[in-house]
């Protein structure tokens, strides 16, 4: 594997007369953001570039690569992935291209070098970010359809220019996509505001079941699948949940329960603040994950489950690191 | 009143020795955020200039001004007010400069004209911005203190960047404050996650209440004094609930009553979408307020008064505009 400078990385792809792009697994604003917009700029370079169908898109993030979809009938010159860290995370329809990717433009710094040339830029905020640099490169002038792919890249993956690995460069393209005539405002709504109904009755359903431990420092809730299933709730629906119980003042560590389609089996994730260590915590149940944000498996009553993974939270924050 | 440019601004302000800043009541990020950076820049300039004490300021924003609170015995050459749209918004302890004030400092486009002299930007998402502009034509190098001032003014003005007043000058400004080295981490954990104990218990109360009407366009929620008074809210956890029932996906309108001192009286919000419009079902109640924002007081029962207000909304909703 070769690692590529961005004018190496813009060579190769105005030279290759077509181009495949991926993007990952239960795709992002990030990696179908980007590959929009690098699929638009090449467009303009002369360059035959399409995104490969990703059958796990949601409607929400449709619009973005609308009109971009691969042709079925589409023999590219070269595969590129966007986004996308190790070959694992390929969309099934993708596994294929294991093994055939000529091009990675990602900025993860986990990315396993699996393609034959990869652009790597792990201070990144966002891939998003790295197309921008290559449209720069390139001479391109971006139409409000790549600006508009390249604010949903970056504004996604830094929570609406909220989150730490927010960079001076996410809040410049944010600028210059505002000046393009991107709607900034429908895309914040779309992404940063509207909850379906689901999702509302789920969160409330979650903060009704929460109990506090150890005074205010733990925070634990779960939801039955019963509950899940009685409002329609989609993957989507119960994405990030836990991170929620980490917005109440004084809470050093967020407990949520969901159980799975086996009965009285939980997905256990686990959030905490510094200097408590989330992985240590599901270590003992069998699972892991990063200082603060991992997960586990345990099964039981729902409640009895609850108090246990609570009292091993308790027992790590009075415990010295 | 004389509208002034940035320039003659910039003037007036370096040209006095000291000066006396005022911020509006029940003050916000922007008032004082735009108040201590402009201290900040003044000083630098060797002017002595001091924000006047708001007696309204809550422990958040307290750091924002930290050291610049105009020592008792302060007499000013000039008082500045900066975003503050008219007389009636001086905190209690302002109240003797009402006729008083040489320069106003401004965004918003309701702006008295109450000043001797005004510089208005009424595109300006925050006066923050106005305040950069002025840093610029000053010549001024923001130190760290004085771009978190000015990132507080800027992020809180435009809900961290979602909301559609923001500008590109905005994510411009936010850009230099990550490169000067403001900790906008903290800033944004502090001003758009934490939740208070109490804040968390009332939305969860509220959400707990809330009934739909007309299928799902109409949500509606009441929250009691008792309830309010049992966790201990404060004016703060008490702000803004209403926006949150617009959060849910197909809401057109969302009420709430919150009981006033005296029972049985409720202070109620409606907020709307496109094209519904709020005031119109508030002015039925003795009311008023903006298309999308408005409010009016009832009395009787919370659940008699909650279905009287859905019910107008609904006759709204189902009458031609």
């Given amino acids: 594997m070769t690692m590529l400078t961005l004018t190496e990385t813009a060579q190769?792809?105005?030279?290759?007369?077509?181009?495949?792009?991926?993007?990952?697994?239960?795709?992002?604003?990030?990696?179908?953001?980007?590959?929009?917009?690098?699929?638009?700029?090449?467009?303009?370079?002369?360059?035959?570039?399409?995104?490969?169908?990703?059958?796990?898109?949601?409607?929400?993030?449709?619009?973005?690569?609308?009109?971009?979809?691969?042709p079925p009938d589409f023999v590219p010159q070269r595969i590129a992935a966007i986004d996308i860290a190790s070959e694992s995370l390929f969309c099934d329809s993708c596994a294929g291209f294991a093994g055939r990717v000529d091009l990675c433009i990602d900025h993860h710094p986990s990315n396993t070098g699996y393609a034959r040339e990869t652009l790597l830029c792990p201070r990144a905020a966002a891939t998003g970010e790295?197309?921008?640099?290559?449209?720069?490169?390139?001479?391109?002038?971006?139409?409000?359809?790549?600006?508009?792919?390249?604010?949903?890249?970056?504004?996604?993956?830094?929570?609406?220019?909220?989150?730490?690995?927010?960079?001076?460069?996410?809040?410049?393209?944010?600028?210059?996509?505002?000046?393009?005539g991107v709607d900034f405002h429908a895309l914040n709504r779309e992404f940063f505001e509207r909850k379906t109904r689901a999702r509302f009755l789920i969160e409330r359903h979650m903060f009704d079941t929460l109990r506090f431990y150890g005074g205010e420092r733990i925070a634990a809730a779960q939801l039955t699948?019963?509950?899940?299933?009685?409002?329609?709730?989609?993957?989507?629906?119960?994405?990030?949940?836990?991170?929620?119980?980490?917005?109440?003042?004084?809470?050093?560590?967020?407990?949520?329960?969901?159980?799975?389609?086996?009965?009285?089996?939980?997905?256990?994730?686990?959030?905490?603040?510094?200097?408590l260590d989330a992985s240590r915590i599901c270590a003992g149940f069998g699972g892991g994950g990063h200082p603060r944000?991992?997960?586990?498996?345990?099964?039981?009553?729902?409640?009895?489950?609850?108090?246990?993974?609570a009292q091993a939270a308790l027992h790590a924050l009075e415990e010295p690191c």
């Fill in 12 to 70: 190769r792809l105005t030279a290759a007369g077509s181009v495949l792009v991926l993007t990952h697994r239960r795709p992002d604003g990030d990696t179908l953001g980007s590959a929009a917009a690098l699929c638009r700029m090449l467009q303009r370079r002369g360059v035959r570039a399409f995104v490969h169908p990703n059958e796990d898109i949601t409607p929400r993030l449709a619009p973005v690569v609308q009109g971009l979809w691969a």
């Fill in 130 to 180: 790295i197309i921008w640099q290559l449209g720069e490169v390139l001479g391109d002038t971006p139409d409000c359809e790549t600006l508009s792919a390249l604010y949903v890249a970056v504004a996604t993956d830094t929570g609406c220019f909220k989150f730490s690995n927010t960079t001076p460069l996410s809040h410049r393209i944010a600028a210059a996509c505002i000046e393009g």
């Fill in 225 to 275: 699948r019963d509950f899940c299933d009685s409002v329609g709730a989609t993957g989507d629906d119960l994405d990030n949940l836990s991170t929620l119980l980490m917005q109440i003042d004084g809470v050093e560590c967020g407990i949520l329960l969901q159980e799975l389609v086996k009965r009285g089996q939980y997905k256990v994730s686990v959030r905490t603040h510094k200097p």
């Fill in 293 to 309: 944000a991992a997960g586990c498996t345990v099964s039981g009553g729902a409640e009895q489950c609850r108090d246990m993974l």
